[in-house]
């Protein structure tokens, strides 16, 4: 008992340490940490898992990695009941752009320079940062941008067009195997699926890399022996 309390209180003690120390390193995607920032974070996970290693003997290091999850998992679901904790956990969204202008001061204390702040705006499709309306720093490290509204897009209700429904697509079939849930779902049979293959030449499903049913109601074929898309 005396080996069980002692595993709970050293993974529980490097589990704190690590959200702490985490925070400290700032809103960062994995994607976007430097070389130093990756080799820290290498570091302390592999210091954290020697510390208990080293302290706990025997099959009793084998609850750290349940008791982890445990944590993990309890940690989650206080976060979606407690918005302070959430905050405290996650962090706040961070303004770095407002009304055009660039908050150095906002940007500095949260340790995100403008090499960064030009790189995701590059990643959205902002090359000219005069463009920007607003720009936020989630807590996860993604830049969410509200572009000015001379540079947004015009949209078929801005100039008054009417537009059909647009929906989601429906597999049909995946590698060849025909999802026949989804069929009976849009009322429809093999009969059906059998004659729109043949329209388009295939006479083998197994050749079939994937077909969709489109929101239109014509069928959407991708064929593995050529490699060629086939529409419908």
Same mark, same amino acid.
């Given at each position: ?5 002692? %595993?709970?209180?050293?993974? +529980? ?6 959200? =702490?120390?985490? /925070?400290?390193?700032?809103?960062? $995607? $994995?994607? *976007? ?5 990756? %080799? =820290? ?47 405290? %956990? ?11 202008? +660039? ?10 320079? @403008?090499?960064?702040?030009?790189? *995701? ?12 309306? #607003?720009? !936020?720093?989630?807590?996860?490290? *993604? ?8 540079? @947004?897009? !015009? ?16 597999? +049909? ?16 049979? #093999?009969?059906?699926?059998? /004659? ?5 030449? +295939?006479?083998?499903?197994?050749? !079939? ?9 014509? @069928? ?13």
């Amino acid at each position: 008992m005396h080996d069980a309390v002692n %595993v709970f209180w050293k993974t +529980i003690t490097i589990f704190v340490v690590l959200v =702490i120390l985490a /925070r400290v390193l700032g809103k960062k $995607l $994995l994607s *976007q940490m430097t070389f130093s920032e990756f %080799v =820290i974070g290498i570091t302390m996970g592999t210091i954290a898992g020697a510390f208990v290693v080293e302290q706990v003997k025997g099959p009793w290091v084998l609850l750290s990695p349940a008791i982890l999850t445990i944590v993990t998992l309890g940690l989650t679901y206080l976060n979606l009941k407690c918005i302070t904790l959430r905050k405290l %956990v996650e962090g706040d969204p961070v303004t770095v752009i407002e009304n055009g202008k +660039i908050l150095e001061n906002k940007m500095q204390k949260t340790r995100y320079n @403008l090499s960064q702040l030009e790189m *995701q705006l590059r990643e959205k499709g902002i090359f000219d940062i005069s463009e920007v309306e #607003f720009a !936020v720093l989630e807590p996860h490290g *993604q830049l969410s941008v509200l572009k000015k509204s001379q540079n @947004l897009p !015009v949209t078929m209700k801005d100039i008054g067009k009417p537009t059909p429904y647009k929906g989601l697509s429906t597999d +049909i079939i995946m590698d060849g195997d025909v999802i026949e849930k989804n069929l009976k779902r849009h009322k429809l049979d #093999f009969a059906w699926l059998y /004659r729109e293959l043949y329209y388009r030449g +295939i006479n083998d499903i197994k050749k !079939v890399t994937l077909a969709t049913l489109q929101p239109d109601g014509t @069928l959407y074929t991708d064929v593995t022996e050529d490699n060629q898309e086939k529409r419908g």
